[in-house]
T-cell receptor
Framework: AQSVTQPDIHITVSEGASLELRCNYSYGATPYLFWYVQSPGQGLQLLLKYFSGDTLVQGIKGFEAEFKRSQSSFNLRKPSVHWSDAAEYFCAVGEKNTDKLIFGTGTRLQVFP | DAEITQSPRHKITETGRQVTLACHQTWNHNNMFWYRQDLGHGLRLIHYSYGVHDTNKGEVSDGYSVSRSNTEDLPLTLESAASSQTSVYFC??????????????FGEGSRLTVL
């Protein structure tokens, strides 16, 4: 069965520092991969998605993610974090032809000034 | 602007009572989903629907039911609420297939407490 693992429950970075959030997936074929962000008290918002093609995907708010098939990973990165990036981040894998998403357990990002 | 709304946003109920959480979307999306969010578990899929009169069980469907009588609404019913169902519930919708796959639009959540 497909699954998503986010190894880091909580990450703290200083404002202006670079960020990398880890995501590993288990899926038999080429997966559809997503990153969502949840601000406090809000629903989730799509940051970016990978279906095929270029393995480096650009998203909103200056985020990017790189698909690495050999490592079954889809890590999220940002070169310089802003205080407003403090939120919870979810990686998800989609089943082809079903439109369903399976979410990881999330990583909470805290940003210090 | 199109949106997806959930009600109530907060509810406290007692064990054994029936509870219904409403979800209404104006995106005209065929797909609608209910997730629950719990610490340490992320989001887990409860039920989903691909269109009117279609419903499917997700990974944590026991104790929950849904019905889809129109495109806009997918109410979630807890037949007999249990303390283990204390959680934050999110409704989401999406267009069908293709490049839209996986682009879920979420409501703001309904926090349910079962005493």
């Amino acid at each position: 069965a497909q699954s998503v693992t986010q190894p880091d429950i909580h990450i703290t970075v200083s404002e202006g520092a670079s960020l990398e959030l880890r995501c590993n997936y288990s899926y038999g074929a080429t997966p559809y991969l997503f990153w969502y962000v949840q601000s406090p008290g809000q629903g989730l918002q799509l940051l970016l998605k990978y279906f095929s093609g270029d393995t480096l995907v650009q998203g909103i708010k200056g985020f990017e993610a790189e698909f690495k098939r050999s490592q079954s990973s889809f890590n999220l990165r940002k070169p310089s974090v802003h205080w407003s990036d403090a939120a919870e981040y979810f990686c998800a894998v989609g089943e082809k032809n079903t439109d369903k998403l399976i979410f990881g357990t999330g990583t909470r990002l805290q940003v210090f000034p | 602007d199109a949106e997806i709304t959930q009600s109530p946003r907060h509810k406290i109920t007692e064990t054994g009572r029936q509870v219904t959480l409403a979800c209404h979307q104006t995106w005209n999306h065929n797909n609608m989903f209910w997730y629950r969010q719990d610490l340490g578990h992320g989001l887990r899929l409860i039920h989903y629907s691909y269109g009117v009169h279609d419903t499917n069980k997700g990974e944590v469907s026991d104790g929950y039911s849904v019905s889809r009588s129109n495109t806009e609404d997918l109410p979630l019913t807890l037949e007999s609420a249990a303390s283990s169902q204390t959680s934050v519930y999110f409704c989401a919708s999406s267009a069908s297939g293709g490049v839209n796959t996986g682009e879920l639009f979420f409501g703001e959540g309904s926090r349910l407490t079962v005493l």
